[in-house]
Nanobody
Framework: QVQLVESGGGLVQPGGSLRLSCATSGIVFNSYAMNWYRQAPGKLRELVATITRLYDTNYADSLKGRFTISRDNNKNTAYLQMNRLKPEDTAVYYC????????????WGQGTQVTVSS
């Protein structure tokens, strides 16, 4: 059974930092690209950051320099370090594991709430 479990969300003041974790099981983690998405109330889900199985990274333009995605293949876990947080970063953050090959596999976590407020 595939599981993606996010953790690390919470309430933080503007300018603060959070580190999200996405612990996975049931997949060959090092074969998957890992993505973080977020969805704010009333808005569409948007891609925040991607890290490929070869450790290439990509970010939403508006987040470059503040967010950092990483992965630890020994722990089957992906991370999202979020710095200098702003109220507009408030959203539910979702972890996604994506495999593209002869078949495509796409798995999601349940999401973790991040609220940036004073």
């Amino acid at each position: 059974q595939v599981q993606l479990v996010e953790s690390g969300g919470g309430l933080v003041q503007p300018g603060g930092s959070l580190r999200l974790s996405c612990a996975t099981s049931g997949i060959v983690f090092n074969s998957y690209a890992m993505n973080w998405y977020r969805q704010a109330p009333g808005k569409l889900r948007e891609l925040v950051a991607t890290i490929t199985r070869l450790y290439d990274t990509n970010y939403a333009d508006s987040l470059k320099g503040r967010f950092t995605i990483s992965r630890d293949n020994n722990k089957n876990t992906a991370y999202l370090q979020m710095n200098r947080l702003k109220p507009e970063d408030t959203a539910v953050y979702y972890c996604n594991a994506n495999f593209v090959g002869i078949v495509t596999r796409d798995y999601w976590g349940q999401g973790t709430q991040v609220t940036v407020s004073s």
